[in-house]
C-alpha cells in the first residue's frame, strides 16, 4: 500500500531563505505525488504534482518538487521565502488499490522575518 | 472555473439539532468527495460520490448522512452530532474516479461546532 512520509512538522525559515520540505514515498507502483498547501482557515490548494511527464515539476507561486525514485522523495522547494507561504503543507499520492488520496501529517511552515 | 463553493463557512449547533452542509460545483465534474479535518491534522475521507451514486462510505456513523442530488450538488446532513464531531468539514471534487492522476479541488470548508 501507498504512503507518504513528511520529515518535520514544524519548519521555520527566514524571509527570503530557501524552503525545503522534505516528503518520502512508499509504493510498489510508479505513484503519482501531490503538493497541496492549506492557508489559515481556508481549504487545500493544488500546488503541483507528478504524474511521471517529468521528474522536476514547477507549480504556483514558485515552488517546484523533484521526483527521485533512487531516493523514494518529492521535496518540495522554493529559493525565496516570503511572509505568505506560510501556511500548512500537505504531501500526498493516490492509491493504486481504491479511489482515495493518502496525505501526509502536513509540514507547518513558519516564516520568520 | 475552479471553484468549489461550500455553505455556511460556520456552524454551531446543539446535540439534538439537525443541520444540512452544502457544496458545489461548476466544473462539470462527476466526482465528488467529503472530509473531516481535526486541526493540526490531515483531511480524513469520509464519502465519495461517482455519477451522483455513493461510492465509498470510509465506515462513518449513521449520524452523518450524504447526499448528492444532481451532478453540481453534495450535501452532508447532520443529526444527534457528538461535540467530538466539531472539525473543518471539507468537500472535494474531480473529474472522475479511476485516474490516479486527477486532481481534487477543494472547497473553503465548513467549520463546524457541536455544543
Known sequence: AQSVTQ??????VSEGALVLLRCNYSSSVPPYLFWYVQYPNQGLQLLLKYTSAATLVKGINGFEAEFKKSETSFHLTKPSAHMSDAAEYFCAVSSNRDDKIIFGKGTRLHILP | ????????????????????????????????YWYKQKAKKPPELMFVYSYEKLSINES????????????????LHLHALQPEDSALYLCAS??????????QYFGPGTRLLVL
Open chain 1, 7 to 12: 520529515l518535520g512538522s514544524h519548519v521555520s
Open chain 2, 1 to 32: 472555473d475552479t471553484e468549489v463553493t461550500q455553505t455556511p463557512k460556520h456552524l454551531v449547533m446543539g446535540m439534538t439539532n439537525k443541520k444540512s452542509l452544502k457544496c458545489e460545483q461548476h466544473m462539470g465534474h462527476r466526482a465528488m
Open chain 2, 60 to 75: 462513518v456513523p449513521s449520524r452523518f448522512s450524504p447526499e448528492c442530488p444532481n451532478s453540481s450538488l453534495l450535501n
Open chain 2, 94 to 103: 474531480s473529474q472522475d474516479l479511476g485516474d490516479l492522476k486527477e486532481t
